[in-house]
């Protein structure tokens, strides 16, 4: 019961940013711009695709031609994209997070942890490895839960938020602990916060799965985790 009134009060303060910090807002414009860009454009290849295999005109036996299956196609084609935003969204956050991590901590910290002492900026490369690092490892893990998914269909939206909520608490935790704990401190931390970081992944994965909200997830993501960090790190230095 803890750990989600901590996760309530984070995710409140991350909102709060949202709201009134130009820095915080800057990223999460940002990311919003790249990620409904990216989606787009698998929207705009899956319509030249459909163009390029299905025709324009369909003979149906007693009607006739029938001349409007471009425009059918084209709603159906919308909602197939909601859905499969609903998907691409976990692998979208992935890259996200690599790109925008270290903007968003920053301004997080700036905020509600001022004074701590200052840190090298990680490099566009090393941002760059880690969300493909990262993106390999959600599209692998969610190809393997695939078959889970179709076995047990009705459990399937469970299935993924807990497999996804797992890895993203675990990446975002860690990137975010790296950059002042390093990996092997970030990976002690991990471990012993194992419990209360799933819930926080599991809890972001959740909204991941509902189209347009899960445009600014990612953000709230990082800021919420960050706030985490701060806490289990001050929690371990008073030995609790």
């Given at each position: 019961?803890?750990?989600?009134?901590t996760l309530f009060a984070d995710l409140g303060r991350?909102?709060?940013?949202?709201?009134?910090?130009?820095?915080?807002?800057?990223?999460?414009?940002?990311?919003?711009?790249?990620?409904?860009?990216?989606?787009?454009?698998?929207?705009?290849?899956?319509?030249?695709?459909?163009?390029?295999?299905?025709?324009?005109?369909?003979?149906?036996?007693?009607?006739?031609?029938?001349?409007?299956?471009?425009?059918?196609?084209?709603?159906?084609?919308?909602?197939?994209?909601?859905?499969?935003?609903?998907?691409?969204?976990?692998?979208?956050?992935?890259?996200?997070?690599?790109?925008?991590?270290?903007?968003?901590?920053?301004?997080?910290?700036?905020?509600?942890?001022?004074?701590?002492?200052?840190?090298?900026?990680?490099?566009?490369?090393?941002?760059?490895?880690?969300s493909l690092r990262f993106f390999g490892l959600v599209?692998?893990?969610?190809?393997?839960?695939?078959?889970?998914?179709?076995?047990?269909?009705?459990?399937?939206?469970?299935?993924?938020?807990?497999?996804?909520?797992?890895?993203?608490?675990?990446?975002?935790?860690?990137?975010?602990?790296?950059?002042?704990?390093?990996?092997d401190g970030a990976r002690r931390l991990w471990k012993?916060?194992?419990?209360?970081?799933?819930?926080?992944?599991?809890?972001?994965?959740?909204?991941?799965?509902?189209?347009?909200?899960?445009?600014?997830?990612?953000?709230?993501?990082?800021?919420?985790?960050?706030?985490?960090?701060?806490?289990?790190?001050?929690?371990?230095?008073?030995?609790?």
């Open positions: 019961m803890g750990h989600a009134v991350a909102v709060s940013q949202m709201l009134s910090d130009g820095r915080f807002l800057r990223v999460l414009l940002w990311s919003v711009a790249l990620t409904f860009l990216a989606l787009a454009a698998v929207f705009w290849a899956m319509m030249i695709l459909l163009g390029l295999v299905l025709p324009e005109t369909v003979v149906l036996p007693f009607v006739g031609e029938v001349t409007f299956v471009d425009n059918l196609l084209s709603v159906a084609a919308i909602g197939v994209m909601l859905a499969l935003s609903v998907v691409l969204m976990v692998p979208a956050a992935a890259v996200v997070v690599g790109f925008f991590l270290d903007s968003i901590v920053s301004a997080v910290e700036a905020r509600y942890h001022p004074g701590l002492p200052e840190i090298e900026d990680v490099s566009i490369g090393q941002q760059v490895v880690d599209v692998v893990a969610n190809l393997f839960a695939l078959v889970i998914y179709l076995l047990v269909a009705p459990l399937a939206p469970f299935i993924f938020w807990i497999v996804n909520g797992y890895l993203l608490g675990r990446e975002y935790f860690t990137l975010v602990a790296m950059r002042r704990l390093g990996p012993r916060n194992l419990p209360q970081i799933w819930l926080a992944g599991t809890a972001m994965t959740v909204p991941l799965s509902v189209p347009l909200l899960n445009l600014i997830v990612p953000v709230l993501g990082v800021a919420v985790f960050t706030h985490q960090f701060h806490r289990m790190v001050r929690a371990s230095e008073y030995g609790a």
